[in-house]
């Protein structure tokens, strides 16, 4: 992590220590007030603590144009990314979260769409467009393929995800005196979860001065919850086939109402927060990071949009090449996910475990 932001970080947080009138404002501020230093541990994780609400840099006396240019919502964030670099694994790796971008993840997909498709049309070209009545995925691509494919890739996602958190963890949480506590764990899945602190004593996100709403927090949810009840989907639809009930599944049966409503929500909230990115304040935002959160929130849209045309339209001819693009799709989600701003759910959440593991949190 560059020295110069360290530094700078340091300086700002000193002054906001001194400052103390954002304290009511969210989680960062009662945790910065127990600190009298700031090394890189404490900003790592003051920064991961941040929710970017914006409150701050409109309360600050100090803000840009004055002098001291105290502007913290930019400065937690760009030390967020620096976060994210240092501690993914492999570390070779760490310089893709600053290449991301939309050209760039739709690229990716198209890519891996076309070998995808290259591949199918090789060893199986009469699967990719033919009659296929009932929707029959398998025909087109087998599942033990798919299986092999998507659970090689996903094992190596999960370790990265799992490293780089493990080592956030060990540089954040350097306390001895404080231990994992089921109640603090529960308060702080229960602040992840709900996004409370986007929400802080009933008052709606910023997203410019004196402009509030709440639709960033609801297209938050939107997403999450979007994507987790497809992760839901996907787990059912395992375990009804290890029970012998082979796909494809029934509209009415419980692997399609799950991944149906979760392909509506990653819908929804990916295309609500792209919308809120060009409307807010630019000031509160790091423009370098663009990229970053606009090349996520396209693959997950282009996923879900693809995953539910391959639903109404399975049957038809066309199904074979729908699904390959839609393989392809997912896999760039995927191969992307320890490296783009899908972690920062992560370590934001190991943030607020780690406040509320805390006296005052």
């Known amino acids: 992590m560059q020295i110069e932001l360290l530094q700078r970080g340091e300086h700002m947080m000193t002054v906001c220590n001194a400052c103390r009138y954002c304290e009511q404002y969210c989680p960062v501020f009662p945790a910065l007030e127990e600190r009298r230093t700031f090394g890189k541990a404490d900003l790592v994780y003051l920064a991961n603590l941040c929710h970017n609400c914006g409150e701050c840099l409109y309360a600050c006396q100090y803000a840009p144009p004055h002098e001291f240019g105290i502007d913290l919502p930019r400065q937690l964030a760009e030390l967020r990314i620096a976060s994210y670099?240092?501690?993914?694994?492999?570390?070779?790796?760490?310089?893709?979260?600053?290449?991301?971008?939309?050209?760039?993840?739709?690229?990716?997909?198209?890519?891996?769409?076309?070998?995808?498709?290259?591949?199918?049309?090789?060893?199986?070209?009469?699967?990719?467009?033919?009659?296929?009545?009932?929707?029959?995925?398998?025909?087109?691509?087998?599942?033990?393929?798919?299986?092999?494919?998507f659970g090689?890739?996903?094992?190596?996602?999960?370790?990265?995800?799992?490293?780089?958190?493990?080592?956030?963890?060990?540089?954040?949480?350097?306390?001895?005196?404080?231990?994992?506590?089921?109640?603090?764990?529960?308060?702080?899945?229960?602040?992840?979860?709900?996004?409370?602190?986007?929400?802080?004593?009933?008052?709606?996100?910023?997203?410019?001065?004196?402009?509030?709403?709440?639709?960033?927090?609801?297209?938050?949810?939107?997403?999450?919850?979007?994507?987790?009840?497809?992760?839901?989907?996907?787990?059912?639809?395992?375990?009804?086939?290890?029970?012998?009930?082979?796909?494809?599944?029934?509209?009415?049966?419980?692997?399609?109402?799950?991944?149906?409503?979760?392909?509506?929500?990653?819908?929804?909230?990916?295309?609500?927060?792209?919308?809120?990115?060009?409307?807010?304040?630019?000031?509160l935002t790091d423009p370098a990071q663009n990229g970053l959160d606009e090349s996520f929130l396209l693959l997950l849209f282009l996923t879900s949009l693809s995953g539910l045309l391959l639903l109404v339209l399975r049957d038809l001819t066309a199904m074979g090449i729908l699904l390959i693009v839609h393989l392809g799709i997912v896999m760039a989600l995927f191969v992307t996910l320890p490296y783009g701003k899908f972690v920062h759910g992560l370590y934001r959440l190991a943030a607020l475990i780690k406040y509320n593991l805390t006296a005052r949190g």
């Open 152 to 283: 090689g890739v996903s094992l190596f996602v999960l370790s990265s995800l799992v490293i780089g958190i493990s080592r956030f963890w060990r540089e954040a949480h350097h306390e001895p005196a404080v231990s994992l506590t089921a109640a603090g764990l529960a308060r702080g899945l229960r602040d992840g979860l709900t996004l409370r602190h986007l929400h802080s004593s009933g008052v709606p996100c910023t997203t410019g001065e004196d402009v509030r709403s709440p639709w960033r927090r609801w297209f938050h949810h939107g997403t999450f919850y979007g994507f987790l009840l497809c992760f839901a989907s996907t787990s059912v639809a395992a375990v009804y086939d290890a029970l012998g009930w082979s796909a494809p599944y029934a509209y009415t049966s419980l692997p399609v109402i799950l991944g149906t409503a979760g392909g509506i929500g990653l819908l929804i909230g990916p295309a609500g927060l792209m919308v809120q990115r060009r409307r807010r304040d630019p000031a």
């Open 85 to 149: 670099e240092e501690y993914c694994w492999p570390a070779s790796l760490g310089g893709a979260f600053r290449q991301q971008g939309l050209a760039a993840g739709t690229a990716l997909a198209a890519v891996l769409s076309a070998v995808m498709l290259a591949s199918a049309w090789l060893f199986n070209p009469g699967a990719l467009w033919r009659p296929n009545p009932g929707g029959d995925f398998y025909s087109v691509v087998p599942h033990g393929v798919m299986v092999g494919l």
